[in-house]
Structure formats: structure tokens, C-alpha cells
């Protein structure tokens, strides 16, 4: 009697079904590109519809969705790679058939997810940017306007510092969670000076691995395959409700990071929860004391000279927390992340966050 052999099957059938819709959507997609009038019809009619639909979708989900889709994702890579392994092995005569069918299913499902990619946010970097759907520019900034700012911030920093409850050692007590909590309404100031940032705000989601995200040197992250703002709820609670508020204005479409930042300080000093205003005056003064220590170190020294007991606590908590992950994978992370910020158009790279300086002298110059 003779037995059937089961043999290996090894079908390049997936790969193309997924590779001719990737590349249809990377021609749509290049199509689009052409003009500006067909990038600004594509994001309002295509990606920004779609992002609101799924974070609508995932708003239900108690959890980071992005998270899980991460984690899905690198356990089917490992499974992929001991699925190819087992069919090499076993394949004898048809094994470099089977590794290149097998690299070519992995290269079609990642260029599918790229073509998603670009469709989902990639078309918002090529379209109008902040300052030319707002009318609000910001001018370089110079020495003398950046001072008088910084002061301001201080100033309002000192004073909203002493409305937050603390513990006996001054550091801020509370749950990052009611922060979160707290994010609904909190874009809708912004929408009276620019009405281009009307929309909803969906429900952030704390991050599980919120300690790997320091270690990244990460504070959040928008996800646009979910429409979620996910947040690091390990970074010094002094800053978090800065963070939140700077990934929902990536929610409302607005892709800078610099710009992010500026209405996120916008956003927390005119709401009237006492956590959210000293974040956006701590977090604002952050920013211009960092610049101005490059334009006027005599300067910086004075006015770091005036930070009252909590806000230099706080100042050196937040210098602490950070100064623990530095090292080879944030340095490595960074690069890679700076990398993706100029191939979008973002020409500073990382430096861009900092540059939200101008847009804050502009704002909030006491002279202007």
C-alpha cells in the first residue's frame, strides 16, 4: 500500500493580489500629486473623512488600538520568518522558489501598508500647511521679543504652579488617567481664532507601553490607521496635559510639529482647568528658555535666576526623568524619527518641535 506525500505548497497568488493593490494605490496616490487642487481635494475628500470615521470606530475601544495592532504585527513577522524557515528547509528542490515567494508576500504586505500610509497622512504634508490655511505667520524671532516673552511665561508659570495640589516634596499629585479624561472641549477655543481646526476630538488612549515610549524619547504618537491620539502617561504629569493637546491638533489635521506644539500651549492656557493652563505656561517656557539660551546665555541665566521653588522643581523633575533613557536606543529612535520628519517636508527634522518659539513670540509678544 502506498501512502499519499503531503507536499509544500508555496502560491505567489497572495503576494500578487496584494501587490497589484498597493501599487494601484501608489499610482492614485502619485496621480493626486500632480496639483495642489488634487492634494487639497484628496484630503478633504479622502483622508481626512477616513480618519475621522475610524477614530470614531476605535473611540469605543477602551484600549490603544494602535498598540495592538503593533503587537499583532510583530507576531506575524515572527511567525512569517519560522513559516519560511520551516518551507526552505523542507522544500529541497524548490527552496529558493519558496524564499522568494515567501520575500515577496512580505514585501507586498509591507507596500500596502505604505500605500495606506500616504493616503491616510502622508497627502496632508503635501497639502496647504498651517500658516496658509490660518493667515497667522510668524516672523523669525530676535532677541529682544524673545526675552520679553520668556518673562511673560515665567511669570504666568510661577503663578498657575501654585494652583496645582502637590505632595510634601512639591512634586504635582494626581492621575494621569483624569487628565485624559479631560480632553473633551479642550481644542474648541482654538477654533474661534482658526476655524480651519473645527472638528471632533476623540477619546486619547494611555499608552500600555508608556515606558518603552520614554525610552524612544517619544510623549505620543497619532496613529492615523486608527485616528487615535495615544499617549505616554509615564512622562512628569507637570507636561502630559501639554502632550494631549498637541495630538489632538494632529487629530484636526494639523500635520507640523512645531505648529502642534504652539497650539497645544494655545489650547491649555485658555482652558480653565488649572493642570492644563500651567502645562501650556511650563511647556511654552520650556521651549523659548531653550532658545533663548542659544541667543542670550546672560539672559537665560537671569531669568532661570527667578524660577520659584516649584517651578524649578518642576523643571528639574521633567530634566531628571528624561536624562535617565538617554543612551544608544533613544539616539538611534531619534535619528530614525528625524529622518521621517524631513522626508515629509519638514526640513529641521526634530528641531522642529522647537521651533514653535516663533509662533509663541508672535502669539504672546507683550510689545505686539
Not at 22 to 40: I, W
Amino acid at each position: 500500500m502506498r501512502m499519499k506525500r503531503r507536499t509544500e505548497h508555496c502560491s505567489a497568488a497572495p503576494a500578487a493580489a496584494t501587490g497589484t493593490v498597493a501599487a494601484v494605490l501608489f499610482l492614485s496616490y502619485a496621480c493626486v500629486l500632480r496639483s495642489r487642487e488634487s492634494v487639497e481635494w484628496g484630503i478633504r475628500s479622502i483622508s481626512r473623512p477616513l480618519r475621522s470615521i475610524l477614530g470614531r470606530l476605535t473611540e469605543y475601544v477602551p484600549f490603544s488600538v494602535m498598540e495592538l495592532l503593533y503587537l499583532a504585527a510583530g507576531l506575524l513577522l515572527l511567525a512569517h520568518a519560522y513559516g519560511t524557515l520551516r518551507r526552505v528547509i523542507a522544500g529541497k528542490g524548490m527552496r529558493l522558489r519558496i524564499l522568494l515567494i515567501r520575500s515577496l508576500s512580505l514585501l507586498a504586505a509591507l507596500a500596502l501598508v505604505l500605500s495606506g500610509y500616504c493616503w491616510l497622512w502622508g497627502l496632508d504634508y503635501r497639502g496647504a500647511g498651517f500658516e496658509e490655511r490660518s493667515g497667522f505667520s510668524a516672523a523669525p524671532v530676535d532677541a529682544a521679543a524673545l526675552r520679553r516673552t520668556t518673562r511673560f511665561f515665567l511669570e504666568r508659570a510661577k503663578e498657575a504652579a501654585t494652583a496645582l495640589p502637590r505632595d510634601e516634596e512639591g512634586r504635582i499629585r494626581g492621575d494621569p488617567q483624569t487628565v485624559l479624561a479631560a480632553y473633551d472641549g479642550l481644542c474648541d477655543p482654538l477654533t474661534a481664532e482658526f476655524p480651519m481646526l473645527d472638528g471632533p476630538s476623540y477619546r486619547p488612549k494611555a499608552m500600555v507601553a508608556s515606558r518603552l515610549m520614554s525610552r524612544l524619547g517619544f510623549t505620543g504618537v497619532y496613529f492615523p490607521f486608527t485616528g487615535e491620539s495615544n499617549l505616554n502617561i509615564d512622562e512628569p504629569l507637570s507636561l502630559l496635559p501639554h502632550t494631549l493637546a498637541h495630538e489632538l491638533c494632529h487629530q484636526r489635521g494639523v500635520y507640523e510639529e512645531d505648529v502642534c506644539n504652539f497650539l497645544g500651549v494655545l489650547a491649555c492656557v485658555k482652558s480653565e482647568d488649572p493642570r492644563f493652563q500651567y502645562a501650556g505656561w511650563f511647556a511654552g517656557l520650556i521651549y523659548l528658555m531653550n532658545e533663548l539660551y542659544t541667543l542670550d546665555r546672560a539672559a537665560w541665566r537671569e531669568l532661570l535666576g527667578e524660577f520659584d521653588p516649584l517651578l524649578l522643581g518642576d523643571w528639574e523633575e521633567n530634566n531628571n526623568y528624561w536624562a535617565r533613557f538617554e543612551g544608544k536606543t533613544e539616539e538611534m529612535a531619534g535619528k530614525v524619527y528625524d529622518g521621517y520628519l524631513k522626508t515629509n517636508g519638514q526640513d529641521l527634522g526634530l528641531l522642529s518641535y522647537s521651533a514653535c518659539v516663533r509662533f509663541l513670540v508672535a502669539y504672546f509678544d507683550p510689545a505686539v
